[in-house]
């Protein structure tokens, strides 16, 4: 039995930065999916109250909020270690992990990541454009700062890929997906450099939506014994 039990939903960039997160540990763990539709059932809500994902459950251990789940992740899985030792890069890990939650995500994923990738993808919807050219400046504003977070380090926090490089390069990998990634990379070229070596990475390559679908399908055959 798997050590590490992640549920999460296809799409989720939350979700793949969790599995992404254990992927760089070299650790065991196993998805269980949350169907689309189904955040709000007990079976879920039971698992994290406020209905959303991921939620990771080790060893019985339950515990959402991805933030908490990738610092917990680093403590109880020390090698690599994905925290800077040195207190100003932690700080800046800990910024731009909350940027890409209040800022990136809030401002600009959940728009745009949402109506261009998401909505098609796993609900049949036509995307809003009115909505998406609403959100464009902020886009564009929010990769800007980013750019000069970045400045000319390989991660935001140094030399080496912290938790803040996961965090962000999941939620980048979607907005990525969009036509209108073209107008925001071309003013961002670091960032575009950055997320290039993040997807180099193999937990990043192990973590794509086909290989989180594939993952899905195995759960699927393995617990319920349909293809």
Known sequence: MSAFVVYSALGSPFGRAVLATLEEKGADYRL?????????????????????????DHAGFVLYETQAILRYLDRVLPRPCLTPADVRAAARMDQVMNIADWYFF??????IGFQRVIAPRLYGRAADEAAIAACLPN?????????????????????DASLADIHMAAQMNLLAEAPEWSSLAAATPRIVDW?????????????????????????????????
């Open 32 to 56: 269980s999916p949350v169907a689309p539709g189904t955040f709000r059932e007990q079976a879920h809500l039971s698992r994290h109250p406020f209905g959303r994902v991921p939620v990771l």
């Open 106 to 111: 809030q401002g600009v994923n959940k728009v």
């Open 139 to 159: 886009a564009h504003a929010v990769l800007s700062q980013l750019e000069r977070l970045l400045s000319d380090q390989p991660y935001f926090a140094g030399v």
């Open 195 to 227: 997320l290039a070596r993040m997807n180099a990475r193999p937990s990043f390559k192990a973590t794509t939506w086909e290989r989180v679908e594939a993952m899905e399908k195995a759960h699927t055959r393995a617990y319920t014994g349909k293809a």
